[in-house]
């Protein structure tokens, strides 16, 4: 929906396509694509992933109704513009598939414009329980607490102006060890890198579990990393502006 904060206004638009959740604990990878002056600082947003688990399949406040992990997630993207500029009427744009299902995956807008994702699990949903609707005792859960399993280590980037069919690549990005599900967080550094952490799909501390908690970090670094980079010249080694200078 829409919502205008002057006059506390909500405006309903259409229902995610293929029933697919984006929200908690579905927990899809959803952003703003860049706003450029070639797109004339358009507004979209890009929701990817998450799971089409019916009503009933969530259950309630204190498990899920079904063995989540066992269910897959969902690869499906979906483009909006809430507000299109030529006052047309809002809609949803089938975009690519993610290159593969993904539940928790967390976008990073890059400084060249296209999104790395990273992070999640290729099965069930984020949080934690000691229970499900099919499985009564904690010792037969499948990964311990977690209610998401096969963890999805190879990042990919998305491209937004790349021809429709060919906006996901992966090729030459090294993929993660490290299981990263619920808890788990990335961050763009100041140099272009992305800072990758977390990890912890259990109620407490617990390092000995299937998917434990995970300290451990990691910086990615995207293809332009290696490429040439602006190089500053002709740079004054001190400036004045009426008065004393000062040094560069």
């Known amino acids: 929906m829409l919502w205008e904060p002057l006059t506390n206004t909500e405006t309903r638009l259409e229902d995610m396509p293929g029933s697919v959740v984006r929200v908690y604990p579905a927990s899809g990878a959803n952003a703003m694509l860049p706003m450029t002056p070639a797109n004339n600082y358009s507004q979209t947003i ?66 060249d414009g296209t999104m790395l994702v990273v992070n999640g699990g290729r099965n069930g949903t984020a949080g934690y329980a000691q229970a499900t609707g099919e499985t009564a005792l904690f010792g037969d859960m499948g990964y311990g607490e977690s209610l998401a399993s096969d963890p999805a280590y190879p990042p990919a980037i998305y491209h937004p ?20 599900l619920y808890h788990s967080s990335a961050v763009l550094l100041p140099d272009g890198s992305v800072f990758i952490a977390g990890s912890n799909p259990n109620v407490d501390v617990n390092l000995s579990t299937v998917f434990p ?14 490429s040439n980079r602006p190089v500053p010249s002709g740079v004054p080694s001190n400036l004045t502006y009426g008065g004393s200078y000062f040094n560069v």
């Open 46 to 111: 890009i929701f990817c992933g998450g799971s089409n688990m019916t009503d009933e399949q969530w259950g309630d406040y204190s498990y899920p109704a079904i063995n989540t992990w066992d269910y897959p997630a969902s690869s499906d993207c979906q483009r909006l513009t809430p507000e299109p500029q030529d006052g047309s009427s809002p809609s949803y744009e089938q975009d690519d598939d993610m290159l593969e299902a993904r539940t928790m995956g967390q976008f990073i807008a890059l400084p």
């Open 161 to 180: 102006n790349a021809p429709q069919g060919s906006r996901w690549s992966n090729e030459g990005l090294a993929a993660s060890t490290i299981p990263r």
């Open 213 to 226: 908690t995970t300290y451990k970090a990691e910086i990615f670094y995207p293809p332009y990393w290696s």
